[in-house]
T-cell receptor, first 110, second 113 residues
Framework: AQRVTQPEKLLSVFKGAPVELKCNYS??????LFWYVQYSRQRLQLLLRHISRESIKGFTADLNKGETSFHLKKPFAQEEDSAMYYCALSGSGGSYIPTFGRGTSLIVHP | DSGVTQTPKHLITATGQRVTLRCSPRSGDLSVYWYQQSLDQGLQFLIQ???????AKGNILERFSAQQFPDLHSELNLSSLELGDSALYFC????????????FGPGTRLTVL
């Protein structure tokens, strides 16, 4: 069974500090991994996906198949980064059932 | 608004009742997904439709059913409601059936009393 684990419910940092939101997954195959973000009073929206290998709003995430992780990182947090972050997994071998983690609430203090 | 729309925004009903939640996908999107978000379970995938056909099924109860109509809007029917069905129900859409990028709606908050 596929599973996504976000071990931290809440992550609190100060502006300018580095941020790492952890995501570990379990999947027997080649997964597709995503990070979604939900800002206050806004819809859940895609932040980035591992196949794009892009940096969005200063965030990056590298898929580590050995450690089965897809941690989200940003070197210098900004107050506007405060939001709920969800890691998600989708199978790539015919079954596209998406699995979301429980989410991590990031609070960036001024 | 060409984004995903969901109606109603809020729904309060009693145990044993039946409700229908509606979702209109983003213009051009063919696939619709339904999710349930509760405090204790997080975001749970329920079911996916692509161009009118059921594509994938997740942890959807037998009391729940869904369909996608020819105009691509979708409805999620919840029957014999229980207190534990109280949750936020999200709809998302994408152009392809692959879960590469989903666009989420604002959600419908269901409260079962």
């Amino acid at each position: 069974a596929q599973r996504v684990t976000q071990p931290e419910k809440l992550l609190s940092v100060f502006k300018g500090a580095p941020v790492e939101l952890k995501c570990n997954y379990s999947y027997s195959g080649s997964p597709e991994l995503f990070w979604y973000v939900q800002y206050s009073r806004q819809r859940l929206q895609l932040l980035l996906r591992h196949i794009s290998r892009e940096s969005i709003k200063g965030f990056t995430a590298d898929l580590n198949k050995g450690e089965t992780s897809f941690h989200l990182k940003k070197p210098f947090a900004q107050e506007e980064d405060s939001a709920m972050y969800y890691c998600a997994l989708s199978g790539s071998g015919g079954s596209y059932i998406p699995t979301f983690g429980r989410g991590t609430s990031l609070i960036v203090h001024p | 608004d060409s984004g995903v729309t969901q109606t109603p925004k809020h729904l309060i009903t009693a145990t044993g009742q039946r409700v229908t939640l509606r979702c209109s996908p983003r213009s051009g999107d063919l696939s619709v997904y339904w999710y349930q978000q509760s405090l204790d379970q997080g975001l749970q995938f329920l079911i996916q439709y692509y161009n009118g056909e059921e594509r994938a099924k997740g942890n959807i109860l037998e009391r729940f059913s869904a369909q996608q109509f020819p105009d691509l809007h979708s409805e999620l029917n919840l029957s014999s409601l229980e207190l534990g069905d109280s949750a936020l129900y999200f709809c998302a859409s994408s152009f392809t059936p692959r879960v590469n990028e989903q666009f989420f709606g604002p959600g419908t908050r269901l409260t079962v009393l």
